[in-house]
C-alpha cells in the first residue's frame, strides 16, 4: 500500500500467489487484489493493511472492474474462459459469464 499524497510505500501486504490486477473501490473502503496461482480475489481493508476475505473466482484471475456503485466486482478468469461476478460487500462469488478464450482484461462503461 502506499500513501497516495507522498507516494511512499507504507504497508506491503502478500496477496495470495502471483498477485496480478489492483483495484480500489470507488468508496476507498477496500482494494482488491488478483491471485492467479490460487484462483482468488482478496479483499483488502487499507485502513488496517490486512487481507479481509479471500473469494475463490476461477482459474488464472487476472484484471477486474468495479461497478459504480462499488456493488458488483468483475474479475477476468483467463484459464476459466469467463468471467466470475463478485458482491464486493459480502465478498461472496455470485456468479460466472461464459465469454470466450483467455479473457484477460475487462472495463466498464
Do not use: H
Amino acid at each position: 500500500m502506499f500513501d497516495t499524497a507522498t507516494n511512499d510505500v507504507i504497508a506491503r501486504i502478500k496477496a495470495g500467489k502471483r498477485t496480478n490486477g489492483i483495484l480500489v473501490a470507488p468508496d476507498g473502503q477496500r482494494v482488491f487484489a488478483t491471485s492467479g496461482g490460487d484462483g482468488t480475489v482478496q479483499a483488502i481493508d487499507p485502513a488496517s493493511n490486512t487481507i479481509v476475505a479471500a473469494t475463490p473466482v476461477g482459474k488464472r484471475p487476472w484484471n477486474m472492474a468495479i461497478s459504480p456503485d462499488g456493488g458488483k466486482l468483475y474479475i477476468a478468469c483467463g484459464r476459466s474462459n469467463a468471467v466470475a461476478v463478485v458482491d464486493a460487500r459480502t465478498n461472496q462469488k455470485i456468479a460466472e459469464i461464459p465469454v470466450g478464450q483467455l479473457p484477460w482484461g475487462i472495463a466498464i462503461r
